[in-house]
Antibody, heavy 117, light 109 residues
């Protein structure tokens, strides 16, 4: 059974760094793109970018280029989303999702990030 | 603002048929497949329709998708209370960026 299990909720202060994770199981991790999607409180879905774990080819949405870093560790079957300096506006629910034949067919349960002083 | 345009809300009584539209242009919907995702309250999104009209495994046959030109639509027949959710259309651009609609909140009256 394909599963994407994300790390737990995080609370950080503005300016702090953060790395959240998405652990995949039930399929060959290196054969599918993994994407990240942001959902601001009460708002819709926004595509942030994706990584192909086999060669770490990474593509960012223009809106998120330079704002976050997407990475992956093949040995751990895990993808990551990272910030070096969080802002209050980064407070949101973040989902990872597997891209299969252009569908986002499996999603993680979401990680809530709260940035507040 | 989302690249794909959806109505913010839709509603209908149990048993009725409801349609949700999704409008794009020749660069996105016009040249790519459309996908639909259902997000139940407090849950992660779930794939509902892929390649314009194919139901994902587990999606009831009450759900159907279609595309014509630069627009797509999701139809839900025999509306049920458990269909109350947010629905998002999506497609891709040429650089592996997913484009989402703003979402439609479906209320079952």
């Amino acid at each position: 059974e394909v599963q994407l299990v994300q790390s737990g909720a995080e609370v950080r202060e503005p300016g702090e760094s953060l790395k959240i994770s998405c652990k995949a199981s039930g399929y060959s991790f290196t054969t599918n793109w993994i994407g990240w999607v942001r959902q601001l409180p009460g708002k819709g879905l926004e595509w942030m970018g994706a990584i192909f774990p086999d060669d770490s080819d990474t593509r960012y949405s223009p809106s998120f280029q330079g704002q976050v870093t997407i990475s992956a560790d093949k040995s751990l079957n895990t993808a990551y989303l990272q910030w070096t300096s969080l802002k209050a506006s980064d407070s949101a629910l973040y989902y990872c999702a597997r891209r299969s034949d252009a569908s986002l067919d499996y999603w993680g349960q979401g990680t809530l990030v709260t940035v507040s002083s | 603002h989302s690249v794909l345009t959806q109505p913010p809300s839709a509603s209908g009584p149990p048993g009725q048929r409801v349609t949700i539209s999704c409008s794009g242009n020749s660069s996105n919907i016009g040249r790519n497949y459309v996908y639909w995702y259902q997000q139940l309250p407090e849950k992660a999104p779930k794939l509902l329709i892929y390649r314009n009209s194919q139901r994902s495994s587990g999606a009831p046959d009450r759900f159907s998708g279609s595309k014509s030109g630069t627009s797509a639509s999701l139809a839900i027949s025999g509306l049920r209370s458990e269909d109350e959710a947010d629905y998002y259309c999506a497609t891709w651009d040429n650089s592996l960026t997913a484009l989402f609609g703003g979402g439609t909140k479906l209320t079952v009256l």
